[in-house]
């Protein structure tokens, strides 16, 4: 007959079974807390970017964001107030000069061109009429000085008469007054009509430079009008592609109003703008380059705005491969705009990592397989390369690429 376990026993035996299984536990989650620690300060050493310090030269650039844009772009305008009456091509046609684009509603701007026409031919023969006039009346009065100027001969010659009589006493003395005084009232009244005839002369001159004047200023007004009814007949100024075209037939538009742009599409340019902070180290002639995706084309600035406009200011860089494949109009890029060159300075290459001058810690690979975590004062920076001023030495691997997802570790193991 079995004996009869007692209930000390039982219960000693069962309180060994916990201890048992929770010593396993605890070991299985010290384990698992370990495995988990150590995954956690590793990383792939294929998913990190390094680069080796080395001693170069830098190019010294400030950023500035940029947008590709047609070397040559040409907006179109109505030159009147008018409307579409019908359209030639659409967005994307390529054209030749002088390929007519669209045609608006004319009528009302020829009609005023034919008044205008006759308004011309009327103020001409008004202006031929004065002269008509003028050189009649000027006539007349050169006219009426020779018979005055006969007249006085007349009167000299009685005059010298009536005095000769009077000296052998044939006349008397008031008679010879008589005579002298009308011959000196013909005279007074000849160089009168002479003056007039000066001042006729300049009067009439000046009218006539008047209404000359004025007709010429009309002719000029009649040949812009006819100009604009010709730049109405909207047409293309050169080879180019049309990029945009108002092709809302039968829409009303405004004099000055845009109805078409056309571009060249085989050669581009960059529009830039820069904090106006940065000002001083932008200039005609500078070195840039342009970054789009994954490439880089050379340039130079070709112009800068003499001006800040909230705080931005506008510049062009003319690239030298400016049909480059990579190029499309409205593309927006980075430009780097170089200022100063640095020679003979430790430097790393630049990424993401650098925001600008100051202290930045950098994991940097060790002889132990692990990258450790360190102070960097960087400085100034190119396209390529940041200059390191200290806590890093030639020969040192720094990692570039983006680490803010071990921002709070110190010391990262390697793997391969």
């Known amino acids: 007959m079995d004996r009869e376990i007692p209930k000390e026993e039982i219960k000693k035996r069962r309180k060994k079974r916990i201890i048992r299984a929770a010593a396993i536990v605890l070991i299985i989650f010290t384990c698992f807390i370990g495995v988990e620690k150590w995954l956690g300060q590793s990383v792939n050493r294929a ?18 964001s940029g947008k590709v844009v ?7 305008n109505s030159p009147i107030n008018s409307r579409i009456i019908e359209t030639y091509k659409k967005s994307g046609d390529a054209v030749d000069a002088g390929t007519p684009i669209l045609k608006l509603d004319l009528q009302s701007a020829e009609t005023d061109y034919k008044k205008g026409q006759d308004d011309e031919q009327m103020r001409i023969s008004k202006l031929q009429q004065l002269k008509v006039d003028q ?4 006539t007349d009065l050169a006219m009426q000085i020779r ?9 000299r010659v009685e005059m010298h008469s ?12 008031d008679n010879v007054h008589q005579k002298e005084m009308n011959y000196n009232v013909a005279r007074i009244e000849l160089e009168q009509q ?19 004047l004025d007709l010429d200023m009309f002719i000029k007004s009649l040949g812009e009008i006819k100009r604009t009814l010709e730049d109405a007949k909207i047409r293309a100024p050169r080879k180019a592609i049309l990029t945009y075209i108002n092709n809302q037939i039968g829409s009303q538009i405004t004099q000055g109003e845009q109805v078409a742009v056309v571009s060249d599409l085989s050669h581009f340019k960059i529009t830039g703008e820069i904090a106006d902070s940065y000002g001083d180290k932008i200039s005609v002639g500078g070195k840039a380059i342009v970054k789009i995706g994954g490439k880089t084309i050379n340039g130079t600035i070709s112009s800068v705005t ?10 062009t860089v003319q690239l030298k491969d400016d049909h480059n494949s990579i190029l499309r109009s409205g593309l927006n890029t980075d430009i780097y705009v170089i200022n100063s060159v640095k020679s003979d300075v430790m430097r790393i290459a630049n990424s993401a990592y650098y925001t600008g001058p100051g202290t930045y810690s950098l994991f940097v690979a060790n002889s132990n397989g692990e990258i450790v975590k360190r102070k960097v004062k960087l400085g100034e920076a190119g396209f390529d390369y940041v200059e390191v001023l200290s806590g890093l030495k030639p020969g040192d691997k720094v990692v570039v690429s983006d680490m803010n997802d071990y921002k709070d570790k110190n010391k990262l193991k390697l793997k391969n």
């Open 70 to 76: 047609p070397i040559f772009e040409e907006i179109i």
């Open 194 to 212: 002479k003056k007039q005839l000066i001042n006729e002369r300049l009067s009439s001159a000046a009218e006539y430079k008047v209404q000359k």
């Open 147 to 155: 018979v005055a100027q006969m007249k006085l001969n007349r009167m």
């Open 135 to 138: 050189n009649t009346k000027l």
């Open 162 to 173: 009536e005095r000769y009589l009077d000296s052998i006493g044939a006349s008397t003395r």
């Open 47 to 64: 998913d990190l970017t390094f680069s080796t310090v080395d001693r170069g030269t830098i190019e010294v650039s400030v950023n500035a």
């Open 306 to 315: 003499p001006l800040s406009k909230n705080g931005v200011i506008n510049f």
